[in-house]
């Protein structure tokens, strides 16, 4: 017994997934203009961020009070935090990019950027593979979840090299190396719900 199609915590879970795509989209596709730009996108990314809390939590409640689950609690406990880590990180980036006063990405970190948006849309055909039983379908998604955070790391080691060898003020370097690592842990932080995913295909196909 995996998930019944109605079943209270496939729609919390895919509520959750939901939110970490369209988190995603929204983080990827907002246009940075101005400094003034950079409030509205940090709060609203904090809306999302605290749009998932709020899912998360509700998947506790009903842990608590639930007699029989479809898949172990732990899982299912292990698979709303996952998926939480990631809604969190991007609110994280958010939120340094408004307090370094940053509105111009800069090609590296627009390749972080697809990476993570279309980590969370194959995040979201996961979950719903999870939830009509389609266990083993689900690991297709995962190989391109792992790839694109394997490709994550390699830009990383780019960017960080690109860095040295051509800023010169020493506060930017610590500011654009933060915000490169922080992108780096959102993909590490999608690996992570892959590998939860991977770990509850292994206890119910």
Avoid: W
């Amino acid at each position: 017994m995996v998930f019944k199609k109605k079943d209270k915590f496939n729609t919390l879970l895919s509520n959750i997934a939901q939110n970490v795509k369209e988190g995603a989209i929204y983080f990827a596709d907002y246009k940075l203009n101005n400094v003034s730009d950079l409030k509205v996108f940090s709060e609203t990314m904090k809306d999302y961020e605290s749009k998932g809390d709020t899912y998360v939590h509700e998947v506790i409640r009903e842990l608590n009070n639930a007699f029989i689950t479809p898949i172990e609690r732990e899982d299912i406990l292990h698979l709303a935090m996952s998926l939480d880590d990631v809604i969190d990180g991007i609110e994280h980036c958010a939120a340094l990019f408004e307090m370094y006063s940053i509105t111009q990405a800069d090609d590296y970190m627009l390749k972080f950027v697809d990476a993570i948006k279309d980590s969370a849309f194959e995040i979201e055909k996961s979950i719903e593979l999870l939830s009509t039983k389609k266990l083993l379908q689900i690991r297709e998604h995962l190989i391109i979840i792992k790839d694109h955070e394997s490709k994550c790391d390699g830009v990383l080691r780019q960017s960080i090299k690109h860095l040295f060898s051509v800023e010169k003020d020493p506060i930017r370097i610590i500011q654009y190396k933060e915000i490169y690592e922080n992108m780096e842990d959102i993909a590490d932080s999608c690996q992570s719900v892959a590998n939860t995913l991977e770990t509850i295909i292994m206890k119910n196909a």
